[in-house]
């Protein structure tokens, strides 16, 4: 694990003068923010408009001090990570071949795969995300050994074969999050939570250190295993309703931006997921709202008309069913209309 240093300033919160606690209906129940965090797990959530909060509650025995694992919620800040490289000139564009950046997938089905692909969740690559059942590939993934100096991750993925086209369609992988992550250390030359810290965490004022979970050849996970306070994680929604700004300057350019927050690729249908339905670079997308999402009720929804942020953080009873995110996407939607 790495420490993703704070810098000495803090970027503040205020709490505004008018908080919200919004009703609503669900299946026919009356619903509030307390019966919701009681039958979802929730742990915290806050809601920000203009950068002042007009929510925050814990649940689960937590307080603000405690930082939480963010999940998934750690591709979408990788993809913030892409931008940032691209803008510095570490990584040429989008349209990049990942085998310039990471040579040892000459060869493999990866030959031909660019960065929008792995940022679209495109590659076409196998990947069946199992991490139950000992022959999934999420399993043989985590369990690949360390050998000769090669990350287990690429040492697995380049013997993946090809089972589409690059580009084809959508197909949910976390390896083509960490094959990104892992592209982004070498473009920069430096660990990913060093970079985070660089461009992000100091500059930005994040309250406290997160902490990133890396992989036996000492490489971040890039598409799980940040550790974040849950202010900090909402202040990541509210760096990009400010233009992907941190101290004055721009971490990610607009445009990148515009793209990496609208829809790149449709989901399949019946696939929608906490009211969004597509996909843009580790961001999911919706009509009013875009969102990073993460196991078990992780999330950071960001309104930008509205400019306002919610972050999320639980850990459901069942987690990942239909319910469970139909659930929260209804108590997304009455947040967003209280906080309107």
């Given at each position: 694990m790495r420490v993703v240093a704070r810098g000495p300033q803090?970027?503040?919160?205020?709490?505004?003068?008018?908080?919200?606690?919004?009703?609503?209906?669900?299946?026919?129940?009356?619903?509030?923010?307390?019966?919701?965090?009681?039958?979802?797990?929730?742990?915290?959530?806050?809601?920000?408009?203009?950068?002042?909060?007009?929510?925050?509650?814990?649940?689960?025995?937590?307080?603000?001090?405690?930082?939480?694992?963010?999940?998934?919620?750690?591709?979408?800040?990788?993809?913030?990570?892409?931008?940032?490289?691209?803008?510095?000139?570490?990584?040429?564009?989008?349209?990049?071949?990942?085998?310039?950046?990471?040579?040892?997938?000459?060869?493999?089905?990866?030959?031909?795969?660019?960065?929008?692909?792995?940022?679209?969740?495109?590659?076409?690559?196998?990947?069946?995300?199992?991490?139950?059942?000992?022959?999934?590939?999420?399993?043989?993934?985590?369990?690949?050994?360390?050998?000769?100096?090669?990350?287990?991750?690429?040492?697995?993925?380049?013997?993946?074969?090809?089972?589409?086209?690059?580009?084809?369609?959508?197909?949910?992988?976390?390896?083509?999050?960490?094959?990104?992550?892992?592209?982004?250390?070498?473009?920069?030359?430096?660990?990913?939570?060093?970079?985070l810290s660089c461009k992000l965490w100091q500059p930005y004022g994040m309250e406290k250190d997160a902490y990133w979970m890396v992989n036996p050849a000492g490489n971040e996970r890039a598409n799980c295993g940040l550790i974040v306070a849950l202010r900090d994680l909402a202040r990541i929604g509210q760096f990009l309703v400010e233009g992907g700004k941190a101290a004055g300057q721009h971490v990610v350019s607009p445009e990148w931006l515009k793209h990496a927050t609208s829809e790149q690729i449709p989901l399949p249908p019946g696939s929608s997921r906490e009211g969004l339905t597509g996909y843009g670079y580790f961001w999911w997308t919706g009509r009013e709202y875009y969102a990073a999402l993460g196991h078990s009720g992780q999330g950071i929804f960001v309104h930008p008309r509205e400019r306002v942020v919610i972050a999320v953080n639980s850990v459901w009873p069942e987690p990942n069913t239909d319910a469970h995110r139909q659930a929260m996407g209804a108590f997304i939607h009455a947040l967003i209309e209280a906080a309107a």
């Open positions: 803090t970027q503040p919160l205020p709490v505004s003068v008018r908080g919200i606690s919004p009703r609503w209906m669900w299946n026919g129940q009356a619903m509030d923010v307390d019966r919701y965090m009681t039958e979802a797990r929730v742990s915290g959530v806050v809601v920000l408009k203009d950068r002042e909060i007009l929510l925050e509650r814990y649940g689960l025995g937590r307080t603000e001090k405690h930082r939480w694992d963010s999940q998934s919620v750690t591709k979408s800040v990788t993809a913030i990570l892409v931008g940032a490289a691209i803008l510095d000139g570490s990584i040429r564009c989008m349209d990049d071949l990942v085998v310039g950046y990471l040579p040892e997938l000459r060869g493999s089905a990866y030959e031909g795969v660019t960065v929008r692909h792995l940022l679209t969740m495109s590659s076409g690559v196998k990947f069946d995300g199992d991490y139950v059942n000992a022959d999934g590939d999420g399993s043989r993934l985590w369990a690949e050994p360390f050998v000769n100096g090669l990350d287990p991750m690429l040492a697995y993925m380049r013997r993946q074969p090809r089972v589409e086209a690059p580009g084809a369609r959508f197909a949910y992988k976390d390896a083509d999050t960490d094959l990104a992550g892992l592209l982004v250390s070498r473009a920069v030359g430096t660990s990913l939570s060093h970079y």
